[in-house]
């Protein structure tokens, strides 16, 4: 199992430049590099500074230049937000900018917040919909010279322009419930999946969504999956304690952006009360603290041996977490000097 960094810019203080949290990101991301990870992984929001990354292409063209061995990936681009030709040119050129280190991760995004503001009207399934429409289209554009006549976009025989340095760029699919997992294998990319804060039996589950999906597909070589967790390391129990309370703080607030109900300002949402954080139970501190992965490195490296077993391919620290660069810093340096030893 290799590792990889999810990471994101984020911010709830106004007043911390974005020029700062830039120079963050590039910080942990060579962290990571030298520590051997396999990818780097940037997803794209809109009109949100809880994660900042309106094109994730100009962040990982950005390190491309800063880095020389890892693979930058898009974790993920939001498919109804993109026209196939645009994707397969944007995607290409930042493939030539990293000399073939892009692996493209596609979702069909996840927060109505954005949905109500780039295309309003759009629902879950839509979303779906045009992600498979999306995906062979940009293989075809690679392949140039293809014309399109589709649900949701038609255009002339058009070649991307440029191609990428890889003959075979990975495509990445996110996906959760079995159709998603079922057209990934199908159409021979990649798959991302996430527990989000629900817990290992949510883990072994995705495994079997996937599982099941290329046992449907024999003829199809079965490509690799990717599991995304959050995941920090402390040195004592005491920090163990802290972190559970912090990352359920940050739950809270995730929970709230996707019930899109709370008042925002300068993309910014209002802080929750203690009342508001107690009534989600299932992201207490206790309930985090048992479904992420949080603790010291030998409790961290008997979780992720778990994973390994049940044949992921690469797993993904998920670093956002509205904690500081200090403490992210802290928990990278951990897990690099104490958990991948384990696994080299």
């Not at 949100?48 to 230049?65: D, G, K, R, S």
């Not at 996430?194 to 290329?214: I, K, Q, Y």
């Not at 912090?246 to 929970?255: N, P, Q, R, V």
């Not at 603290?289 to 994973?307: C, F, K, S, T």
């Amino acid at each position: 199992m290799r590792f990889s960094l999810f990471v994101h810019m984020e911010r709830s203080d106004p007043a911390k430049p974005h020029r700062e949290l830039f120079e963050e990101l590039e910080e942990l991301v060579l962290m990571a590099e030298h520590a051997g990870f396999e990818t780097a992984w940037i997803g794209e929001h809109h009109g949100m500074e809880f994660t900042i990354a309106p094109n994730p292409f100009v962040q990982l063209a950005y390190l491309a230049a800063k880095t020389k061995t890892i693979r930058l990936g898009t974790g993920n681009v939001i498919a109804p937000f993109w026209h196939p030709i645009k994707l397969a040119g944007e995607a290409a050129i930042t493939d030539v900018a990293s000399n073939g280190r892009l692996d493209l991760g596609i979702a069909r995004g996840a927060y109505t917040f954005e949905y109500e503001r780039l295309l309003p009207g759009l629902d879950a399934w839509g979303a779906g919909q045009r992600l498979r429409e999306l995906v062979p289209a940009v293989k075809k554009l690679w392949e140039g010279d293809y014309a399109h006549q589709g649900e949701f976009w038609s255009f002339p025989v058009t070649t991307a322009s440029p191609k990428p340095v890889q003959a075979d760029l990975p495509i990445w699919i996110a996906a959760r419930d079995p159709n998603s997992h079922d057209f990934a294998v199908a159409s021979g990319c990649n798959v991302q999946v996430t527990p989000l804060a629900s817990g290992d039996g949510e883990v072994t589950s995705l495994m079997e969504r996937f599982n099941t999906a290329c046992g449907n597909h024999p003829d199809i070589p079965r490509p690799r999956i990717m599991l995304l967790q959050h995941t920090f390391v402390s040195d004592s129990p005491r920090e163990t304690e802290q972190l559970s309370k912090d990352l359920s703080a940050f739950y809270c607030m995730f929970g709230a952006w996707f019930q899109n109900k709370r008042p925002i300002h300068q993309g910014i949402m209002d802080p929750l009360s203690d009342a508001e954080m107690a009534a989600m139970a299932n992201f207490s501190p206790e309930a985090v603290r048992n479904n992420l992965v949080i603790g010291e490195p030998d409790e961290v490296i008997a979780r992720l041996r778990g994973y390994a077993a049940l044949g992921y391919d690469q797993f993904s620290i998920w670093i956002d977490s509205g904690l500081s660069h200090a403490r992210k810093k802290k928990s990278l340096e951990l897990f690099i000097r104490h958990v991948l030893p384990a696994f080299s």
